[in-house]
């Protein structure tokens, strides 16, 4: 397999080659990994500080309905040794 690596601007949904690699045949086949910058690739504008708030709240409500897995408190889960250090 051959790699080339390059960088390109999509338009309408394509990426074209560049130049050098244009006369593969049609029916070339590839494999093709896209990279793209964390800024580019956000899928919905930003959320406004009323959204964060409720999408907070929301997970915070999922996670109060779970049932209790371990009813010991953090203290006990943690243990401590004679010094009083985590052990």
Request: a negative charge.
């Amino acid at each position: 397999m051959h790699a080339i690596e390059f960088e390109a601007h999509l338009k309408d949904g394509v990426i074209r080659l560049p130049a050098s690699y244009r006369h593969w045949r049609e029916d070339h086949s590839v494999k093709v990994i896209v990279l793209a910058d964390d800024d580019e690739t956000r899928q919905s504008p930003p959320l406004n500080a009323n959204q964060r708030l409720s999408a907070i709240l929301e997970v915070s409500r999922r996670c109060g309905a779970y049932s209790e897995l371990d009813p010991r408190g953090a203290d006990e889960i943690i243990g401590y040794d004679a010094n009083g250090l985590p052990s």
